[in-house]
């Protein structure tokens, strides 16, 4: 039990979504933020807010904090790149923790738009650090991704490898958060903790994915790409196991000055066609499969090293890939109501 206060950032979000729910029943005090950008259909994005009990119609207006019928959850429509509106935030609302979810996301979109990433990631997570910094926030947990981790050929990845070749300007952002949350952590007492995100994938989740991209297109009867020819695997980690592991560290004891990372992930990859299997088994269709080469700043395998959150925080990923798969297609099943 706890009245402690928390702001999430990118609260429409995929993983954003789950936390919240999550911590709403952890009787924390939940302050959603979320731009609801148009990089996918911000109707989802609606729709997940709506689960939360924040109605569309009520949050057009940019900048008004909404709250849900019991109050356990309140949203803002704003940008972390707006300063004013994130320095009155936490001056109004005197956070106890912090959790940025919110970012540019994508790996491929970076090589179309690489001022969005700037904007958010860089400028964005800068704006939160000195808001935590100047409104006495004493722990920051953020999200980090393995794309860090770049081409790295030794697997599993560690967080005590080297990640200083990064092949995306999405990947370099989040090495440059790593490296920003350490200062403030160092000059500032804040607690500072990255996660490193692997594939996350579940009911709910973002239409650029592999998982929901496959699935919609297996169920609409086109075809989907394989990239590098189906040549890839992926540490694919559902979102309950991802926010079991986010949750813990959240609820975890303070320790004022540390910054730390960690691997958050399911660290037993897939091949990317045994994944497609799964998703065949779940739909009871056969894909119609198209090979193409591979993208530029994608990486051939993740797999994750879990071993420091595993000691840390007991950390226990549990979700099987078809148990996961057919959870996801039931939801598309029944969010985009297709019959069978």
């Not at 092949?167 to 090495?175: D, E, G, H, V």
């Amino acid at each position: 039990m706890t009245n402690k206060k928390i702001l999430v950032t990118g609260a429409a979000g995929f993983i954003g979504f789950h936390l919240c729910e999550k911590l709403i029943t952890e009787d924390y005090q939940v302050v959603g933020l979320d731009n609801i950008n148009d990089y996918y259909d911000v109707n989802l994005k609606y729709a997940r807010l709506e689960k939360l009990g924040i109605v569309k119609n009520e949050i057009q207006n940019e900048k008004l904090i909404k709250s849900n019928l019991n109050n356990s959850f309140q949203f803002i429509k704003a940008k972390l790149e707006d300063k004013e509106i994130i320095n009155f935030l936490f001056q109004s609302q005197q956070f106890d923790i912090v959790c940025n979810l919110a970012a540019q996301a994508g790996v491929r979109y970076s090589l179309e738009n690489p001022s969005a990433y700037i904007d958010s990631n860089i400028v964005g997570f800068l704006n939160l650090l000195e808001a935590c910094r100047h409104f006495n926030v004493k722990k920051l947990v953020y999200a980090s991704s393995s794309s860090v981790y770049g081409s790295n050929k030794k697997v599993p990845f560690s967080v005590n490898d080297n990640v200083d070749h990064p092949i995306s300007l999405y990947a370099a952002t989040k090495k440059s958060n790593e490296l920003m949350a350490h200062t403030y952590s160092h000059l500032f007492g804040i607690e500072t903790i990255g996660l490193r995100f692997f594939t996350v994938y579940g009911p709910w989740g973002r239409p650029d994915m592999a998982m929901f991209l496959f699935t919609d297109a297996i169920l609409n009867n086109k075809p989907i790409k394989v990239f590098n020819n189906g040549a890839l695997s992926r540490d694919f980690t559902y979102i309950d196991d991802i926010i079991q592991g986010v949750t813990k560290v959240i609820t975890a004891n303070n320790e004022e000055g540390n910054a730390n990372i960690y691997n958050i992930g399911n660290s037993q990859p897939v091949a990317l066609l045994d994944f497609i299997t799964e998703i065949e088994k779940a739909t009871n269709k056969v894909a119609d499969k198209e090979y193409l080469s591979m993208q530029p700043g994608d990486v051939e395998q993740t797999w994750a090293d879990v071993t420091e959150l595993k000691n840390k925080y007991n950390y226990q990923p549990n979700t099987k890939i078809s148990q996961g798969v057919s959870q996801f297609v039931s939801w598309y099943k029944d969010f985009y109501k297709i019959h069978e």
